[in-house]
Structure formats: C-alpha cells, structure tokens
C-alpha cells in the first residue's frame, strides 16, 4: 500500500477541564516504526486509545487504512482463561457467529507465542503469570490477529532486558514485513535504537513529530524530563550513540587542602 495507513489530524482530547491532548499530528507510512515519548500524565496512553479506536477524541479525527492490533498496558480478563485460549481471543475477529477455533487457529496462536519466546506458557493461566509474561502474551494476542498496525503502551515496562530485546527485535522485524508500529516508551534509547520516527510530547508545549536524529536533541530531552540529559557516543549502537539522564545532583568536587 502506498501512501500513509495511520493519520492523527490534530488530535485533542481532555477529562473534565483538564486538557490531556492538543494539537496532535502526524502521519506514518506502512513499515514505519513510531516511538511516543513524553512524562507521566502527558496523555501517551490516551492517545493510543484514540488511534485504536478505543476512545473518541474531542478534537480532530484519526484515519486508518489497515487492521489495527492494540496491546494495552494490562489486561484483566473476567474468566480464568489460558494462556492459550486469551491468545486464541485475537482470532475472534476472523471467526464466523458462534464458530469455535479450528486446529489452524491453534496452530497460529502457537507460533504466535514461539514468536515472543513465550511458547513455554501456553498451558498456564493467565492471572498467574508476571506482568512482563503477561506482556509478551498480548503481544502474541495481537499478532495472531493479522493485524497491520499494532498500538503498543508501554510493551516493555514490565520486562527484563533480556525480553525487551526479543520484543523490540521483533516489532523491528515485523515492520520489515511491512507493518507499521506504534508504542509509547519512558526508555529514549528504545527510539534511538529502532524507531524511524518520534512523537515528543512535552508537557506544556505543542507535541514535536519526526525522526529521532532532527527531534532528539540534548535540548528536547531535558525539556521532555526536566533532567538535564546528554547524548553520549557509543560506537556499535544503531545512531552511534546514547543517551544519559542526569538523575543525581552534579557532583561538586571537594576544595583541596
């Protein structure tokens, strides 16, 4: 498909008299790979649920030309389901009225949870996994699906480093195939490493669209956190380098003697 699948026009959105979104634009092409970064409480999340169609915006409209796949931050189910059936969930759109899964709806899921290296869950329940286990399997939920534009907030919160790994590989892999990807992240270095576009929403400024080399800057980001924060270059690393929060108070150095 040529042309932009996924289009937010001045997106805005607000609870009571609180305004959480303002003036949100911007457009992705099929294959693109968009990181949304912003502090707790900027509206990201809020966000993805207007891109998902979850949640109806107060201002301005989204379009979207293919099949949307939305991995939320937590999921509850009101039955103890399976690893396996919860999975199986993301098949219900392909079903027929009352149509049961069929063994290749089984094997789908199956491969999907290989994919994110969680195949090893499959018969457990659901409520009792951790919350980067559970991350992995709606992860898995959404790609059986078919989507084409998978919305994920936060995919890799809840998980080690080891994990963040697989899925971010994956979600990189998968716009090779063609989809496109949506995620909020507290992580820049998520970007830096595999986004080919970066929605900034700092608070108290209009959000800032475009690719992390132009947007990104030590300026941008200390703006966005209200730390100070350096870009430091790291041969080996996907842009050349990465980016480091002043947490602490800078260190004063003792007078001499």
């Known amino acids: 498909m040529s042309g932009p699948v996924l289009v937010a026009d001045d997106i805005g959105h607000r609870f009571g008299a609180h305004t959480v979104l303002a003036g949100v ?5 099929a294959a693109s790979f968009c990181a949304i970064l912003g502090p707790n409480g900027r509206g990201k ?10 949640l109806a915006p107060a201002h301005g409209r989204v379009r979207c030309m293919q099949r949307i796949g939305w991995v939320p931050q937590a999921v509850q189910p009101s039955l103890p389901l399976s690893v396996i059936e919860m999975v199986l969930l993301g098949r219900a759109g392909q079903l027929p009225m009352f149509g049961a899964p069929s063994r290749d709806d089984a094997r789908a899921a199956h491969a999907a949870l290989a994919r994110v290296e969680a195949g090893a ?5 659901f409520d009792s996994l951790s ?13 059986v699906g078919g989507a084409r534009v998978l919305l994920l907030d936060e995919p890799a919160a809840a998980l080690d480093w080891h994990n963040q790994a697989v899925i971010l590989r994956l979600l990189s892999d998968l716009t090779r195939e063609g989809l496109t990807i949506v995620m909020t992240t507290h992580a820049p270095q998520h970007a830096l490493d595999f986004a080919s576009h970066v929605l900034l929403m700092p608070q108290g400024a209009p959000p800032v669209f475009g690719p992390p080399d132009d947007v990104m800057t030590d300026a941008a980001l200390s703006d966005l956190y209200r730390v100070p924060v350096r870009r ?6 996907p842009r050349g380098f990465t980016v480091v929060p002043m947490l602490a108070h800078p260190a004063h150095p003792h007078p001499s003697p």
């Open 25 to 29: 634009r911007f457009s992705l092409d």
């Open 45 to 54: 999340s809020t966000l993805l649920k207007i891109l998902a169609g979850v």
């Open 121 to 125: 869950l499959a018969g457990r329940l």
């Open 131 to 143: 919350g980067g286990e559970r991350q992995l399997v709606l992860m898995a939920r959404a790609l």
């Open 232 to 237: 430091v270059a790291q041969p080996g690393l």
